[in-house]
């Protein structure tokens, strides 16, 4: 089992930074994929970016040039560094880890199909 609490969240202006963080425990070896997701109200979970797998780094077309994700290794804490924020990127935002066995850790980013998750937090950017 993996635990992922997130916290960094709020609320900011169009064009506004945040840092998401991810502190993750438990089982470290099931969460060789580890990744953001997000969900709008009326829309589906997202792949936002991920890291891990022998690949190191996936973003969607949408953040690309604007969110950073890494991670501390020490303090096993996930982050996602969000820059230029946009209305659009409005939503609640997931920690998620896998262990990578059922599949790749880009195929399980794209079918948002991780097996561990976070409960979330919250990002409101307004115009």
């Known amino acids: 089992q993996v635990q992922l609490v997130e916290s960094g969240g709020g609320s900011v202006p169009a064009g506004e930074s945040l840092r998401l963080s991810c502190v993750v425990s438990?089982?470290?070896?099931?969460?060789?994929?580890m990744g953001w997701f997000r969900q709008a109200p009326g829309k589906e979970r997202e792949g936002v970016a991920m890291l891990g797998g022998f690949r190191p780094v996936k973003y969607a077309d949408s953040v690309k040039g604007r969110f950073t994700i890494s991670k501390d290794n020490d303090k096993n804490i996930l982050y996602l560094q969000m820059e230029g924020l946009k209305p659009e990127d409005t939503a609640m935002y997931y920690c998620?880890?896998?262990?990578?066995?059922?599949?790749?850790?880009?195929?399980?980013?794209?079918?948002?199909?991780?097996?561990?998750w976070g409960q979330g937090t919250q990002v409101t950017v307004s115009s």
């Open positions: 998620a880890a896998d262990n990578g066995h059922r599949s790749t850790c880009y195929s399980l980013f794209d079918s948002v199909d991780f097996a561990y």
């Open positions: 438990g089982n470290l070896y099931a969460a060789l994929c």
